[in-house]
């Protein structure tokens, strides 16, 4: 059996991406995860950007022709679901199973059958499984949102320093990873990656605006 989970992260509607994970054979199968940056949602909209992702990975399975998962789980109670739901509709998709799972209820929402929600058993082995991957699609987008919104503000604050572009950033944040890192780094090691003149710029900006950052 196959089970792919969706989760939606952001934070005050920045950055707002998706992760799906993958349960097969027994345990979770992370050579099968998947990353989505949501590209149609303009502010914070949990069910369009659930509809986006879910559209997207079975549009592209469909256009593949590789084989459906037995069930897609979905973060979220029934308006995720449906949103879910709508995308596989559009997509002509009829004979998935999707359900939902509602953080802290713990109840199960199967398409179709809405009006009866299940609550699950707190010792049912289907709940801790269900949970487990659940939380894992959780943590795998809260990582990803993390590591995206560090990434704009480090780019942000390096673009302030005349004289640096964006290659340059990219270059150093490909390097160094963080301004932490990039704090500790000597001027020589920064001219190995950089020109020596944009190297000296970024050397003399984080020198200056080291104390309370």
């Known amino acids: 059996d196959r089970i792919e989970a969706f989760d939606v992260s952001h934070i005050q509607g920045t950055d707002i991406v998706a992760s799906m994970v993958v349960w097969e054979a027994g345990g979770m199968k992370k050579s099968d995860y998947r ?21 997207r990975r079975y549009r592209r399975l469909q256009e593949e022709k590789k084989p459906f998962p037995d069930l897609v789980l979905i973060d979220g109670g029934a308006g995720q679901l ?58 795998f987008a809260v990582t990803f949102h993390r590591a995206r919104r560090t990434k704009r503000e480090i ?7 005349p004289g640096v572009g964006k290659k340059t950033t990219n270059k150093l944040l490909t390097q160094f990873g963080s301004i932490a890192k990039l704090r500790k780094v000597s ?3 920064l001219a190995q ?13 984080l020198s200056v605006n080291g104390a309370g950052h």
């Open 193 to 205: 990656v950089v020109k020596r003149s944009q190297a000296q710029r970024v050397f003399d900006y």
């Open 82 to 139: 449906h949103a879910a739901a709508a995308a596989l509709e559009e997509l002509g998709i009829i004979n998935l199973t999707v359900a939902s799972i509602a953080k802290r209820e713990e109840i199960l929402y199967v398409l179709g059958r809405e009006s009866e929600p299940i609550a699950l058993d707190h010792h049912s082995p289907a709940l801790h499984l269900i949970q487990q991957i659940r939380d894992e699609a959780h943590r």
């Open 35 to 55: 990353k989505f940056i949501i590209k149609s949602v303009p502010q914070n909209d949990d069910f369009a950007s659930m509809k986006e992702v879910v559209g």
């Open 155 to 161: 780019t942000s604050e390096l673009l302030e320093i």
């Open 187 to 189: 001027l020589a090691e």
